[in-house]
């Protein structure tokens, strides 16, 4: 399935390297690959972590293209490269047009290219919307452990916002041992409080589940809060809320009001990138002028540099890696290539002679 390409002209000096073949790589595909290992992916994100901490990755700030007749629609590119035993270069390109959930489709759509780390070839293109909510959840996931490391263990989690992240979220933390008493629940749409209630008895969640009317009733009666909602400016801003320090995954970035990350210890995945496209985060470095709000990364507390006090809520806000999709799907391809399953299109890369 390769194509030999002649490298230089001059006879003597012909080097030979190959054009790796191109790969399409369908969501049922990732799906079946990705379904059931919870604690392995965890275990991924957390090694591609501490290889971005260390500095053996390379991942430029996202760029969002936004549209003057589509105000809240948005397209992000996140190209990335990482090292370590991964070596792969690649770019996922993420959409994410709210009004589709009206019209019956999912809001966010994705694909993710991944680049042979010699040629620079592209390789492979993977559905990206699964591996996406997978490094998300597993993020999620890796962070409720180590933060909660230091304080008894959560047994009540609340989610606000119950859509897609949501579910992948409460899949990883089931996924690798964390059982609770109580799940609470809070949607602007009924409805999606009930498909996300469908969804727990489907998974057989032995946990009392409480719909709440309110955000506030849900955020005092949680000690591991997951906002995962499409809110694009805090709503919550209530720092009283928080008083019984809860462990927060302030995945959707934009929830939280500064003054309650001023009442708390902050958690991010990477700083520079954290601190923009007005995510709350962004907002506290604008309203301060400094950082001095954040006590570090994820990295800094899984290697101990960062600790995290038990006498004030925590969050961690992942602005999300390109990296952590890197890592992902790479690992889909490599399952599907020695499984001989994956699905080449031939003469994909076509014009390879200079002169013809
Ligand atoms: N940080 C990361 O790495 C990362 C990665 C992927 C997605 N995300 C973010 O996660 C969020 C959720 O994504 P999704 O695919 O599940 O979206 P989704 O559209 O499937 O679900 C969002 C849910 O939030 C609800 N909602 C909106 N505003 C709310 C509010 N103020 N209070 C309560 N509920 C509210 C909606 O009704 C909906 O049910 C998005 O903001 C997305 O950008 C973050």
């Given at each position: 399935?390769t194509t030999?390409?002649?490298a ?23 799906q079946?690959?990705?379904r059931g290992r919870?604690?392995?992916?965890v275990?991924?994100v957390?090694?591609t972590y501490?290889?971005?901490g260390a ?11 936004r ?5 809240s ?7 990335a ?20 959930v ?9 694909v993710l ?12 293109c993977l559905?990206?919307?699964i591996?996406?909510?997978?490094r998300?959840?597993?993020s999620a996931?890796?962070?409720a452990?180590?933060l909660?490391?230091s ?5 009540r989690?609340?989610f606000?916002?119950?859509g897609?992240?949501a ?8 996924g690798t ?5 109580e799940?609470g629940?809070?949607?602007?749409s ?8 469908g969804?727990l008895?489907?998974?057989r ?6 719909v709440?009317d309110?955000?506030e009733e849900?955020i005092?009666s ?11 400016e805090?709503?919550i ?21 500064p003054?309650?990350?001023l ?6 995945d ?7 496209a007005?995510?709350?985060p962004h907002l506290v ?5 400094n950082?001095?709000?954040l006590?570090g ?7 101990g ?7 004030r809520p925590?969050i961690?806000s992942?602005f999300g890696?390109g990296v ?6 790479k690992?889909v ?7 001989g ?7 994909f890369?076509?014009e390879l002679?200079?002169?013809g």
């Amino acid at each position: 399935m390769t194509t030999t390409l002649p490298a230089t002209t001059a006879p003597e000096e012909v080097e030979r390297v190959t054009v790796p073949p191109f790969a399409v790589i369908t969501g049922a595909q990732v799906q079946r690959v990705l379904r059931g290992r919870e604690r392995e992916l965890v275990e991924l994100v957390e090694a591609t972590y501490r290889l971005h901490g260390a500095g053996d990755s390379v991942n430029p700030p996202s760029y969002f293209l936004r549209f003057p007749d589509r105000p809240s629609s948005r397209i992000i590119a996140l190209p990335a490269s990482l090292g370590g035993d991964v070596q792969v270069d690649g770019l996922k390109w993420v959409s994410s047009f709210p009004e589709n959930v009206a019209a019956g489709i999912p809001r966010a759509s994705a694909v993710l290219i991944l680049n042979d780390h010699d040629t620079g070839y592209p390789f492979a293109c993977l559905e990206g919307s699964i591996i996406s909510a997978t490094r998300t959840a597993a993020s999620a996931a890796l962070a409720a452990d180590w933060l909660s490391r230091s304080r008894p263990r959560p047994t009540r989690v609340g989610f606000v916002g119950l859509g897609l992240i949501a579910r992948y979220i409460h899949t990883f933390l089931a996924g690798t041992g964390w059982s609770f008493d109580e799940v609470g629940l809070h949607d602007l749409s009924a409805d999606n409080a009930a498909g996300f209630r469908g969804y727990l008895e489907q998974s057989r969640s032995a946990a009392r589940v409480t719909v709440h009317d309110s955000a506030e009733e849900l955020i005092r009666s949680s000690d591991l809060v997951v906002f995962a909602t499409v809110a694009a400016e805090p709503h919550i801003s209530e720092v009283s809320w928080f008083a019984h320090n809860p462990v927060v995954l302030h995945i959707s970035l934009r929830d939280l009001a500064p003054e309650v990350l001023l009442a708390s210890t902050n958690i991010v995945d990477d700083v520079d990138h954290c601190l923009k496209a007005n995510t709350s985060p962004h907002l506290v470095e604008q309203l301060t002028g400094n950082r001095d709000f954040l006590a570090g990364t994820l990295d800094e507390v899984m290697a101990g540099r960062v600790g995290v006090p038990v006498d004030r809520p925590v969050i961690f806000s992942p602005f999300g890696l390109g990296v952590l999709d890197l890592a992902v799907g790479k690992n889909v391809y490599d399952h599907l290539a020695s499984s001989g399953e994956l699905h080449i299109i031939d003469d994909f890369f076509h014009e390879l002679r200079r002169h013809g």
